[in-house]
Structure formats: structure tokens, C-alpha cells
């Protein structure tokens, strides 16, 4: 008989070590728990432990009545790191449910132990709205980020006890600036520079809090300063996590008996089988009864992303042409019977719903889908009637800009307001400038130069409601082109809407003819006219607010871009139309202006643009002047041959032919 092959032998005896591995990480927190308590058990063979209950007994109702109340604000504070964090996740959940699981999950976490597996199971009974997977890295993300804000916490505290409190203080400065300035990190695509800072505060609140549980428990009698106590737990804290045993037991006690020598051990002692009882297991066995009956579904929300065919619809009733920022990243929100809706973009902290709305949708709907994903609401370059409605809902107001507008009826380039705009015109003519609206197929790689040129020339484009150049998207608007001498030195873009069409781009190369522009746009307005849209729209001039100082204005006024575009459009004799801002407090409309401010000025660039929770549209990929960015369609660059197009972003089922803007 042959004798037995050894390879079976060798195999197992390579994987042992990792098994071994395994099973030793498993029953680490219990081997913890197992040696605290011995540690603990012969740390207290000296102490009388029949002081111990005499002294909670001797403790005055006032004292329970407040270690009760830090207990709650000290939960609250946790809640509150799960609202953050859920929104630095983008899930879409309410801040007050987020609140609410949070709570429960952390009352039974930091008394059960396993803080992630808990925390992620409770979440997911708490929620029915978020998968285990949801939950799950919810969880993790919470461990990581508290037990990095608690160690910097309890390094602080260490250096006021031996006190260093002015090197603790010139560190604490450092680590918020530096902690601000991370604004990504993996699984949170919504985090901003407020992030981080913002979970050291509640880490802070929530330890401090849970340290005056512990010196409201102590023994009337016991002369020791409350932060003395706080920043002994902070580091008694931190041992019993990085020990893993359920509650840190074990762990916790040894440290706080080693940091507090001052104290009597039984009187201490004391204080923390209180602390045990009042923040571990009152609020651990509230929130298990809790868990019998898991919270209600979320109530439908006011305002539903506009995905497939909808989001469609929701463009061929737009209301003003602008809505085709949607090609460009803005998104749609249409109310639940898709009658109304707003065209949001996102800057910064802000939620901007730009131009007309669709419908008449409720502001206070706008409002609580902002605040649901952590982002203030406000009104950008609206109309007289939403200007009022929001007054009227109790939002600040502030009169922004002056958008030129052309009546295709009524205007003549035989005005005497056109004076200017006929010289400029017979300029370009006698340059020997040509003219091409909507050719069939785009010069694409001409264009493209001229962009480059332009934009070399003039540092860049704006952005958010501005303009991007982007060659996929120019098939949804009308195009006008000039030539001179069969070479193109200029084109020019324009929203096209049902009632109106609004200018986008102009672009052209430093050796265009004077008036090479005014050609571009009067050939548009002569199109638009024969195409019976009533309106043609050259945009907006921003208009300086009265509380800026009068020289600081003037000098803004003068700017040549600013003066140079304000005398172009007035060339054309337009009528004017205010826009306004608004947004809910004074407060939050500085801070909204000075978002899309520096979104206009200082744009991401095309497909890195901050994204909106809860409206990103599951679409392919369109590459966008070297960026990535979402496409719903790709499409050959064709002109007169109006194409249909099939929606391919909804479920098969809602698959449809539908219009585009050539195609009514």
C-alpha cells in the first residue's frame, strides 16, 4: 500500500495560522473582557465594598435628576453624528430619523459592545428605507470617525491635565484647519469642508457631557473639579474601546482609578456603577423596547427626482429655456403628480433652484427636500411673482440682476435705439463676415479651437448657470456660426424652449471683425421670429446691491468685461426683466450668493461638479471637454433631420420615443 501523500498534511498546516488568526480576532473582545476583569477584580481586593451602596443611596435626587439630563444630551450629541454622517453619504434619509437610529443604535452599542455589527443591525431595524449594506458602512464610518476625533480628544485632555492647556489649545486650532481641509474621502461623496469639525463638536459635546455623568455621580463631600473628571474619562474612554470588551469593562474602571488617585476608591467606585446604570443600561434597555416597533416607512417627499421618461416631460413643458442647463448637470425635482417642479443645481452647501419653475410647486416643499440632504435652499435669477411668494413665506429677498429680452414681434433693427448695432452690422458685412444658422453637421474641431482661444484669452468660462462648453451637448441648442473668407472666427449657442430661446455661448477668435457677434445674435433673432418663439432672451447683467459701497460699485462697473457686455446687449434695444435671490434668512442668503458666487467664478470642471443626493441620474458616461461627465443620450451631430430619441435611463418598461427641441 502506497503510503499516504503529505500534501493534505503541508495544505493545512499553511492555512492553520490563518485560521488561528480568525479565532483569536473573534474572541478578542470576550479574552478582553476576561482580563479586565481580573485585572479589576485584583485592583479592588483593597476597597470596602460595603461604602459602595450606602454612597449611591446617600446621593441626593438633584444629582440622578442631572446625570439623567447629560445623559440624554450626551445620546442627542450621537444622533446627531449619524445626521452628519448621512449626509456626508448622501443616503437622503430625514435628519430626524437619522437622529432617532442613531440613538438607539448607540445606546445599545456602547453597552452590548461590537459597536459596528450593533450599531449596523439597529440602524437597519430602525430604517426600512436603507439596505444592511447602508447601514453597515454607516456603522463603520461612525467607529472610524469617533475613534479618531476621541483620541485627539483624549490627547488634548491629557496635555490640560498635566497643564499644557496653551500647547493643548494652539493643537486644537491646528487639528480643526487641518481636518477642514479634507473634503473627500471614500463612501462619502457628499462630504464638504465642514465635515470633519463638524464630528469633533459632537464628539466633544457627547464625551463631556458623558464625563458630568460621572462627576454628578460622585459622593456629596468629594471636593474635585468637573474637568479634572471629564479629562480623566476621556482617556478611561478611549482604553475601554481600543480594549473591545462590551462596554469597555474592565478596561475603563482600571484607567479611572489609575487617573483619579485623589478620589476614595469606594466613593468612586460608586460613581461608576451609577454611570453604568444611568447612561448604559437605562438608555440601553429604552432603546430594545423601542426596537420592538421599528419606525414607520418615510412619508413620501414633497419633491421626487425626474428620472427617464419624466424627466422628459418634465422638459418639454419647461417653462423658460434656461431649463436646458439639465444637459449641462442641473437636475429636475418635479412634486409626486409631476405638474410642478424646480431646476436645482447644487453650489457648495447650497441648493439652488435656478430661473421659472414649472407649475406653481410649494417653496416649503424646496425647503424640507433641501434640509433632508443637508443643504440650504434658495431661489437663483427668479421672477418678480417667486420673488414675492418667497417674501411672503417669510424667505429674504434681494433684487440680483437685469435680464435683456428681445419681443420677436415687435422688434426692428430699424429702431433708433439700434443705432449702434446697424453700424456695427455693416462692420461685419463689409469684413466680409458670413452667416450659418443650424448647419446639419457641426464643425466640431473648429469650434473647439475658437473655445480654446477665447479661453485663453479671457481666463476661462464661468459656470453653475453659465455656460460650459461642450461639443455632445451644442445638438441641443440652436447654433449660429460666422465665417469669413470659408474660416470660422465665431459661433454662438442658444437654449430653445417652447416660448423662448435663451443665449448660452459666445465664443470667437481674437481676429474676428467688429460686430462679428451682433451678426451672430441678429441672425438668431431672425430665426427665432420665423420659428414664432416670442421671445429671445440675451441673459442677465448682474446687478451690484445697494449696501456695497458707491466707489467699490463704480470700479465694479467699469470693468471692461462688465462694461463691455452691458453696451452689447443694450445695442439690441431689449426690453429689461428683474431677477432676484432668495432664501430663508438674511443669513442664508449671504451665505447662498456667496456659493454660486464662487461656483460661477471658480466652476469644477465639467463631471466633477458637486453632485445632489437622492437626483443623480443612472446614465452612461459623455465625455465633456476632457472630463467625464453623465450623458442620457448619445447622438450623432447632425442638423434637419429633427431625430427622435428613446429614453434609455428608465426600467424597459417605461421606454418611450419622445421629442426633441426640433421635434415638437
Excluded at 180 to 193: E, K, Y
Excluded at 255 to 270: F, G, R, S, Y
Excluded at 535 to 541: F, G, K
Aim: with cysteine; proline share 8%.
Amino acid at each position: 500500500m502506497p503510503a499516504p501523500s503529505p500534501e493534505p498534511a503541508a495544505r493545512g498546516a499553511r492555512t492553520l495560522p490563518f485560521n488561528l488568526g480568525q479565532t483569536v480576532l473573534r474572541l478578542l473582545p470576550l479574552l478582553a473582557l476576561g482580563l479586565g476583569a481580573l485585572l479589576l477584580a485584583r485592583r479592588c481586593e483593597s476597597i470596602d465594598f460595603g461604602a459602595v451602596w450606602p454612597a449611591l443611596l446617600a446621593l441626593p435626587p438633584l444629582q440622578w435628576i442631572g446625570a439623567l439630563a447629560c445623559t440624554g444630551l450626551s445620546l442627542w450629541a450621537l444622533g446627531q453624528y449619524d445626521v452628519v454622517l448621512h449626509r456626508a453619504m448622501g443616503t437622503g434619509i430625514a435628519p430626524g430619523r437619522a437622529r432617532a437610529a442613531g440613538m438607539r443604535a448607540m445606546a445599545i452599542a456602547q453597552t452590548v459592545g461590537f459597536g459596528s455589527i450593533t450599531g449596523a443591525l439597529v440602524r437597519w431595524r430602525c430604517l426600512p428605507e436603507c439596505d444592511l449594506w447602508t447601514a453597515t458602512r454607516l456603522s463603520l464610518w461612525v467607529s472610524a470617525s469617533f475613534m479618531g476625533a476621541l483620541a485627539m480628544l483624549a490627547g488634548l485632555s491629557l496635555l490640560l491635565l498635566d497643564g499644557h492647556s496653551a500647547l493643548a489649545a494652539l493643537l486644537a486650532i491646528a487639528l480643526i484647519a487641518g481636518v477642514s481641509r479634507i473634503t473627500r474621502l471614500p463612501g462619502l461623496p457628499q462630504m464638504r469642508a465642514g465635515t470633519l469639525p463638524r464630528l469633533m463638536l459632537w464628539t466633544a459635546i457627547d464625551t463631556i457631557a458623558a464625563g458630568a455623568v460621572l462627576w454628578l455621580l460622585l459622593p456629596a463631600g468629594i471636593e474635585v473639579p468637573a474637568t479634572t473628571v471629564i479629562f480623566a474619562y476621556l482617556a478611561a474612554l478611549g482604553a475601554g474601546l481600543a480594549s473591545q470588551s462590551p462596554g469597555g469593562v474592565g478596561a475603563f474602571e482600571l484607567c479611572l482609578l489609575a487617573l483619579l488617585p485623589q478620589l476614595p476608591e469606594a466613593e468612586l467606585l460608586a460613581a461608576i456603577i451609577g454611570y453604568r446604570v444611568v447612561y448604559h443600561a437605562a438608555p440601553a434597555l429604552i432603546a430594545l423596547l423601542a426596537l420592538i416597533r421599528p419606525m414607520a416607512p418615510e412619508a413620501r417627499p414633497g419633491l421626487v427626482v425626474a428620472e427617464g421618461a419624466a424627466r422628459h416631460r418634465a422638459l418639454a413643458q419647461a417653462p423658460q429655456a434656461e431649463w436646458g442647463l439639465v444637459w449641462q448637470g442641473a437636475r429636475i425635482l418635479l412634486t409626486p403628480d409631476h405638474e410642478s417642479g424646480w431646476l436645482v443645481r447644487r453650489a457648495g452647501g447650497t441648493l439652488a433652484a435656478i430661473g421659472t419653475p414649472l407649475g406653481r410647486p410649494d417653496l416649503g416643499a424646496l425647503r424640507a427636500h433641501a434640509s433632508r440632504l443637508g443643504l440650504t435652499p434658495a431661489l437663483y435669477k427668479c421672477g418678480p411673482r417667486e420673488a414675492l411668494r418667497a417674501r411672503a413665506a417669510g424667505w429674504a429677498v434681494e433684487r440680483i440682476a437685469t435680464e435683456a429680452v428681445i419681443d420677436t414681434a415687435r422688434w426692428s433693427l430699424d429702431r433708433p435705439a439700434c443705432r449702434s448695432l446697424r453700424r456695427k452690422l455693416k462692420s461685419a458685412a463689409k469684413a466680409g463676415v458670413t452667416i450659418e444658422c443650424a448647419p446639419q453637421i457641426l464643425p466640431l474641431d473648429e469650434m473647439a479651437r475658437i473655445h480654446a482661444d477665447w479661453a485663453a484669452r479671457s481666463g476661462g468660462e464661468r459656470g453653475f448657470s453659465m455656460g460650459r462648453y461642450c461639443p455632445e451637448l451644442l445638438m441641443h441648442q440652436h447654433v449660429v456660426l460666422a465665417r469669413r473668407e470659408g474660416e470660422l472666427v465665431a459661433f454662438a449657442s442658444f437654449h430653445q424652449g417652447r416660448g423662448d430661446w435663451t443665449l448660452d455661448l459666445m465664443r470667437q477668435t481674437a481676429a474676428a471683425p467688429d460686430g462679428t457677434m451682433m451678426a451672430l445674435v441678429l441672425s438668431a433673432i431672425e430665426a427665432a421670429r420665423a420659428a414664432q418663439v416670442p421671445v429671445v432672451s440675451l441673459a442677465a447683467l448682474p446687478k451690484l446691491p445697494g449696501w456695497m459701497p458707491a466707489p467699490l460699485r463704480a470700479r465694479i462697473a467699469a470693468r471692461p468685461g462688465c462694461a463691455g457686455l452691458e453696451q452689447f446687449k443694450r445695442g439690441f434695444g431689449p426690453g429689461w426683466r428683474p431677477l432676484y435671490a432668495a432664501a430663508p434668512g438674511r443669513a442664508g442668503l449671504t451665505r447662498a450668493a456667496i456659493e454660486i458666487a464662487r461656483a460661477v467664478h471658480d466652476p469644477a470642471p465639467l463631471g466633477a461638479e458637486p453632485p445632489i443626493p437622492d437626483i443623480e441620474l443612472g446614465a452612461a458616461l459623455v465625455q465633456k471637454g476632457g472630463a467625464t461627465a453623465r450623458r442620457p443620450l448619445r447622438l450623432p451631430v447632425l442638423r434637419g433631420a429633427a431625430p427622435r430619441l428613446t429614453e434609455q435611463t428608465g426600467p424597459a418598461n417605461d421606454r418611450c420615443t419622445l421629442p426633441t427641441s426640433r421635434n415638437p
